[in-house]
């Protein structure tokens, strides 16, 4: 029986390994994947990090790349197989996690393959779980050629013809620049036309120096400030939204409403011409596979800074899990360090608890 499973192996999962290692604690990193770094690899080929590198190092080994650089995907997987090696972290690969059980005070994993029992359980699976597309999508005719974002990899994939994109967030607006910059076809965009934006640099200084200077990155959710911004609109970054949506082939239609066979009505359109659809309509979570597990309204866990209300449940990596900074490769650190030293201090009230019983 190990002290602790991780569930997940990208960034969060490898960064509470790293800290485990520090305690000397017994751990097993579980992933689904065939390889480390696969959930970045996945994602569609021009992909790149909005952080330089100065701000994407996790503990103990440097991001290996110049300051200033913006990695790509490659990079990023890359990165997470030394850190592996480096520090000779224990991960099983292709075990997807199909449920976890608690009896008494012993964890019961359950895989595909086998059943790990461990004393406590950190859950490092992200926040992009189940890719969220609208009913009606099962409406269209199977001519159109539908796909979600995190299925995409590049326009190859593709149709001839119009395509609609879905979505107005990072990866919609991306997504859209990319395919609008490589056919001479019409690219209808489905989302809002006026969103907040950052540029990456400004004056200058890339945009987490200053993030880092004006202590935005610290701001904590449970504070005032941090719920206004943690449930506002989060803004597009470094994508140039108003010059893509100014393109000749770039035709926005608003909120799409209805699909029908080859009809798709949007509040500015009625849509017959299209071959293509990428839903960037993001996630959905899914912890259900974690038996008496307390959710929020927003299907979440119910925990602070990653202690969850289950004795020895524990995660790291969920959006905002305390501050915006939670979400970044360069923060997560941050948040590991706070279970660590939870863990370490319970082990430690313990030990000084039963010297008192002897």
Known sequence: MYDFIVIGGGQAGLSMGYQLKKLNRSFLILDKESEVGASWLNRWDSLQLFTPTEFNHLDGLAFPAPKGHYPDKYEVAHYFKSYVDYFDLPIQLNTFVEKVDKNKDVFAVFTEEDILFAKNIVVATGPFHIPYTPSFAKNLSSDIFQIHSNYYQNPNQLQKGNTLVVGGGDSGFQILEEISATTANDVYFSGPNHVPRLPQEILGKTLWWWFTKTRYLSINKHSWLGKRISYSKQPIIGTPVKQILKRKNVKPVGKTLHCDNDNIITHQSKLK?????????????????????????????????????????????????????SATLGGIKKDARYLAEHINRIKTDNHQLESKKI
Do not use: C
């Open 273 to 325: 011409s299209i071959k293509n659809i990428i839903w960037a309509t993001g996630y959905r979570p899914n912890f259900n596979w974690i038996k008496g597990l307390e959710l929020d309204k927003e299907q979440y866990p119910i925990h602070y800074r990653g202690v969850s209300n289950m004795k020895g449940l524990y995660f790291l990596g969920l959006p905002w899990l305390y501050t915006r900074g």
